[in-house]
């Protein structure tokens, strides 16, 4: 299962790029012999200030076609890290080939969006800045591996 993350917004060189960059490494190589692999962080930015429906246009175009759309909102449902690895393996063992991953910009994420995705998954109920949700998330797809790994990295 290849693994995808599309977002809102150019992310320059910086703290929250190598913490990015640091988390996906270790997740292809965590992941890659549970047959998860990391795929690339696809950015969209929308020039022509359609705002939220402008950029769900982007964002589903970024989307690899039939990809299993999981969408970060904090309105979404909350996991433990646990049920996350769970979930990531269920979507592997059912056959899912490409995962992708969908964070807004500033102003969110479009309804419509939301409504598609087949999974809307929350970091809990306060808002996070989406640069830090990136960070966030290459942390946790790593935690996941390393529970389907059994590895000691996430303590029970
Ligand atoms: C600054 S937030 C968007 C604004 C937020 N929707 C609001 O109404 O204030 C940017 C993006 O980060 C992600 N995000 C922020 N907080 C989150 C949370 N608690 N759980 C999951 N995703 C979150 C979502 O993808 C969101 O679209």
């Not at 890659?32 to 950015?43: D, V």
């Not at 591996?145 to 000691?152: E, K, Q, T, V």
Request: aromatic share 8%.
């Amino acid at each position: 299962m290849r693994v995808h993350i599309c977002a809102v917004g150019r992310l320059r060189a910086g703290p929250e790029a190598a913490l990015i960059d640091d988390y996906l490494t270790r997740f292809d190589r965590t992941g890659r012999p549970l047959g998860l692999t990391w795929a690339e962080l696809r950015e969209v930015e929308d020039k022509k200030g359609k705002g939220m429906a402008g950029e769900a246009e982007l964002l589903l175009r970024a989307v690899p076609d039939g990809a299993t759309l999981v969408a970060l909102d904090e309105r979404g449902k909350t996991l433990s890290s646990p049920e996350f690895a769970d979930q990531i393996g269920r979507w592997r063992d059912d056959g899912v080939g490409d995962l992708a991953f969908v964070i807004g910009g500033a102003d969110g994420l479009d309804k419509e969006l939301r409504t598609r995705a087949d999974f809307n998954l929350s970091f809990g109920r306060m808002v996070w800045p989406h640069m830090l949700v990136r960070v966030m998330l290459a942390e946790q797809l790593y935690r996941a591996a390393s529970i389907l790994a059994g590895s000691p990295y996430h303590r029970v």
